[in-house]
């Protein structure tokens, strides 16, 4: 008998170097969330390093990500609750906090966005 089901949705995200792409928020440009989720992964799949951001107008809050490499956004369970104070410690449909933001080094690519429960 298992113990917890785990459900992952993955999507590809298209993302430029010209403009931050928020992960989750209700900013003009940002992808939505599709399913209430405990982790975000951010896949590389591209042939250039990609930029992720927690604060996006922070220059020093970004990280790069190799081409071929993944970055995990866990969500921290002692009570970070993007969404409302109501929302549980998860990243939420419809949340108006991103979860983080992207950026391209190098033209326009294509990102794997992986949420899992």
């Not at 440009?29 to 989720?37: D, F, N, T, V």
């Not at 405990?38 to 996006?56: E, F, G, Q, R, S």
């Not at 081409?67 to 409302?84: E, H, K, P, T």
């Amino acid at each position: 008998m298992a113990y917890e089901v785990t459900v992952a949705i993955r999507n590809n995200v298209a993302i430029t170097a010209g403009a931050w792409t928020d992960i989750g928020g209700s900013a003009g440009g940002a992808y939505a969330i599709p399913i209430s989720c405990n982790y975000i992964t951010v896949i590389n799949t591209a042939a250039v390093p990609v930029l992720l951001a927690t604060d996006p107008g922070n220059a020093n809050s970004s990280v790069s990500i190799p081409a071929g490499a993944s970055w995990g956004l866990g969500n921290a369970s002692w009570g970070i609750r993007l969404g409302g104070p109501a929302s549980g410690c998860r990243y939420r449909v419809g949340s108006h906090d991103a979860a983080g933001a992207l950026k391209s080094t190098s033209g326009s690519i294509n990102v794997t966005l992986e949420f899992v429960v």
